[in-house]
């Protein structure tokens, strides 16, 4: 073949590269011509050979010599527990090879006579050889029982092609019964395999319930605890997760290292209760006759004066603190409260859970690096009934709580409101069905009453009361936007049609203001809306105000000082985090600070002369976290975390509780509501049970 690289046309001199092959080698001519274009070319004196074998045959003779102990210029002692081999190689195929021999043969000061060298650390002999061959030869070739072997020794010597095969294996090969083993390959850790941990990881999280039937799983060293509840609610809403992590978090501050070398750790089983600053305490803790002592403790204190313990009785500045809600935190998502993730605490982790029965939770654990088995069972504990006035002050207060109760369904995008004090609840939707439906909860008696259904199916709206009230605006019924609006009247408990807005619009903000209510962006079907429209329930009128800066659907609503905001929100297509400010006797839009996270279908309210941005969708995934707006310094702060991540969630403020009704965490549409605690400042699913239950009486409810 022929290729012309050059032709000058004045001195008619060409340069032509000329390919031939000849027993499988390519050769390559480069021939100067000086004359007619047409002339035939021919071979010069200039010779460019490539020879593709001769790499792999430089390699194998490498190996040849090696292993007749030619020519070698280095000796390694290769060290286990049992015996020490030297192995004769060319330092400079191994320092090629591996950067860990790269960096020990540089400390050299021989320069170039034959040295020996001790390797750092215990290697598998037959994986070191089986690594030094694939050094000389390029092929890697392994029986499967030992890669786990050569995988280790590959790792340390940072021969990363090889440990790559190895890890790819191993992986793929991953079974019930044989992955705690490779969880536990000595000298692997998440330091220096991180990759490797977490996909061994994940694989258990995700098979978990065939693990715990396998032996190598029971056989682990096992961790036990008993954990005391106050009522059958808590233990039914408990996190599983979560509630291990708080085990682990005593476990750490209680005992040592050494202690689990001895033993120590597991030989009794620990009964913990929950304090309320939010950490779990032994049961050792709780004085005799105190508000919480029952047989059950009792009996524990008689079982631990038998086994020898360390006194290490925790102090509240020794041991990390959580929210109290945190053990019934429903979210496990990066968003949520958990003390642990992937990217620290190596040593100190849950790696998977699951139920065992109904009150016991397994869990496989990393305690100071090790894996061990924990085993949680929930009681409840029942104290005894003598004087309260003979009880000395404990640790804790006791304090019995009942859950909020679940709506009747899941609820997404709500018309949400206070209304005589009560919570009300209007429409949304599930699973993609507009709903009529109406509730309005007591947080007095923690009741739900089923109210008079809306006319129209209605999702993606809101609500506002103005005269005691409920007006419910615009909207979706599932097949298309609304542009009707209903009102909801106590005295009669009935629905009646109001004067429609001039615009159809879904997605909307809605608000009321010195007795008027503003009707804010929104979705017409094709585009977020800039229009904003306000309606005098006295005069009967819908008029337009001035537009916002930015079309806004899904933005959250709410008015503070005289002025109506709009939060967040979607433009057309992307997820916004701008915020801006209506003031009616200007009739202008201003834009304030921005939010420091993009949110549609946040929930707004003002909550102690502050603007709450709750939860929402930051474009990838449900929120549960919360933002703060304070209109004395224009700026935003981080809020409380919501005990589980909620979009399209419905938010408004009745007495001193901050409520979040319903919306969707990713995966299903919520009938839980929560709220926020005026004097833990957290959110919560869980009232008084006490307050409840004397108020019921009051009223001859029964609890």
Not at 18 to 43: Q, R, W
Not at 118 to 139: C, H, P, Q, W
Request: charged share 20%; aromatic share 8%; hydrophobic share 35%.
């Amino acid at each position: 073949m022929f290729f012309l690289l050059r032709h000058n046309t004045r001195s008619r001199r060409r340069i032509w590269l000329i390919c031939e092959k000849t027993s499988g080698v390519l050769e390559f001519y480069i021939m100067e011509e000086i004359g007619d274009a047409d002339s035939k070319p021919g071979k010069t004196e200039y010779l460019v050979f490539e020879d593709t074998n001769y790499a792999v045959q430089t390699l194998l003779n490498l190996n040849k010599l090696r292993k007749n102990k030619q020519f070698s210029d280095v000796v390694l002692q290769v060290e286990t527990a049992q015996d020490v081999r030297e192995v004769y190689c060319h330092r400079a195929v191994l320092a090629s090879a591996s950067p860990y021999l790269f960096e020990l043969f540089s400390t050299d000061p021989n320069g170039g006579q034959v040295c020996q060298y001790k390797t750092n650390g215990s290697f598998d002999i037959d994986a070191f050889e089986m690594l030094v061959d694939y050094a000389y030869t390029a092929r890697l070739e392994i029986p499967a029982d030992k890669v786990k072997e050569v995988y280790v020794a590959a790792t340390k010597l940072r021969m990363t092609s090889a440990a790559r095969q190895c890890h790819d294996f191993l992986i793929k090969h991953l079974t019930p019964d044989n992955c705690i083993d490779v969880r536990s390959i000595p000298g692997v850790s998440a330091d220096s395999a991180p990759e490797f941990i977490a996909a061994v990881d994940n694989y258990i999280r995700q098979n978990i319930d065939d693990i715990i039937q396998e032996k190598v799983f029971l056989s682990l060293p096992h961790i036990q605890v008993k954990q005391l509840q106050k009522s059958s609610e808590e233990m039914q809403a408990t996190n599983h997760r979560h509630l291990c992590e708080m085990v682990l978090d005593w476990i750490k501050k209680c005992f040592d290292e050494n202690d689990l070398k001895t033993g120590l750790v597991y030989e009794k089983v620990h009964m913990l209760y929950l304090n309320e600053d939010g950490t779990l305490h032994d049961c050792n803790d709780i004085e005799n006759g105190d508000v919480q002592d029952s047989d059950i403790i009792q009996d524990y204190k008689k079982l631990s004066r038998r086994v020898s313990l360390p006194n290490r009785r925790l102090s509240a500045q020794n041991i990390s603190h959580k929210p109290r809600q945190f053990l019934y935190t429903k979210s496990d998502s990066s968003s949520s409260l958990s003390s642990l993730s992937d990217d620290e605490e190596y040593d100190w982790r849950v790696i998977a859970t699951t139920s065992r029965g109904k009150n016991t939770i397994l869990a496989l654990v990393v305690v100071y690096g090790n894996l061990n088995l924990l085993s949680v069972n929930q009681r409840l504990n029942t104290p005894s009934s003598s004087p309260a006035v003979s009880r000395p002050e404990s640790v804790e207060k006791t304090n019995i709580y009942s859950m909020i109760p679940p709506m009747s369904s899941g609820r997404c995008a709500v018309g949400t409101t206070e209304l005589q004090g009560k919570l009300l609840v209007c429409g949304g939707y599930d699973r993609g069905e507009c709903l009529r439906t109406v509730e309005l909860h007591d947080p007095i008696t923690n009741k739900w009453t089923t109210m008079e259904s809306l006319k129209s199916p209605r999702g993606r709206f809101d609500v506002a009361v103005v005269d005691n009230e409920v007006y419910a605006i615009g909207g979706s019924d599932g097949t298309k936007e609304l542009n009707s609006v209903e009102v909801f009247s106590p005295v009669t408990s009935t629905w009646k049609w109001c004067l429609s807005m001039s615009v159809c619009r879904s997605n909307v903000g809605v608000c009321s203001l010195d007795g008027k209510i503003f009707v804010v962006g929104g979705w017409n079907g094709q585009r977020g809306l800039t229009c904003c429209e306000v309606f005098d329930p006295k005069s009967r009128i819908w008029m337009n105000i001035a537009p916002l800066s930015v079309g806004r659907y899904q933005a959250g609503v709410g008015t503070m000082n005289g002025e109506v905001y709009a939060v967040g929100g979607c433009d057309s297509w992307n997820c916004i985090s701008s915020v801006e400010k209506y003031d009616p006797s200007l009739n202008i839009w201003t834009l304030v600070s921005s939010m420091h996270t993009a949110r549609r279908g946040c929930g707004v309210s003002v909550y102690n002369g502050k603007l709450y941005a709750v939860g929402g969708h930051n474009g990838v995934h449900s929120l549960s976290s919360t933002e703060i707006y304070d209109p004395q310094t224009n700026t935003w702060s981080p809020g409380p975390n919501l005990t589980c991540c909620r979009a399209n969630v419905g938010v408004c403020v009745v007495g001193d509780r901050l409520y979040a009704v319903g919306g969707f965490n990713g995966k299903t549409f919520l009938n839980t509501v929560e709220f926020l605690d005026a004097q833990t400042n957290e959110f919560t699913t869980f009232v008084s049970r006490e307050a409840v239950t004397s108020v019921n009486e009051q009223n001859g409810m029964s609890v």
